[in-house]
């Protein structure tokens, strides 16, 4: 699967209140919202949930595993 260009512009905006509710599916802890990369990033899991087009793909085998 592909990405569209689209995804990864990083002028892109996620909806702030939707980032308010948002948790790592995997530790239910907090996450932070790279807008460069277009990605939630989970410290406590160490792994980057990639937003496509606007939305949030909050699942665990969607996520990048971050390097240490």
Same mark, same amino acid.
């Given at each position: 699967? $592909?990405?569209?260009?689209?995804?990864?512009?990083?002028?892109? &905006?996620?909806?702030?209140?939707?980032?308010?509710? =948002?948790?790592? *599916?995997? $530790?239910?802890?907090?996450?932070?919202?790279?807008?460069?990369? &277009?990605?939630?990033?989970?410290?406590?899991?160490? =792994?980057?949930? *990639?937003?496509?087009?606007?939305?949030?793909?909050?699942?665990?085998?969607?996520a990048?595993?971050?390097?240490?």
């Open positions: 699967m $592909t990405e569209s260009k689209e995804s990864k512009e990083p002028g892109r &905006q996620v909806d702030p209140k939707l980032l308010e509710f =948002l948790v790592c *599916p995997v $530790t239910h802890g907090a996450l932070r919202y790279d807008r460069e990369a &277009q990605e939630l990033i989970s410290e406590q899991a160490n =792994l980057a949930y *990639p937003i496509r087009d606007g939305i949030p793909i909050m699942l665990p085998y969607e990048r595993q971050l390097d240490d």
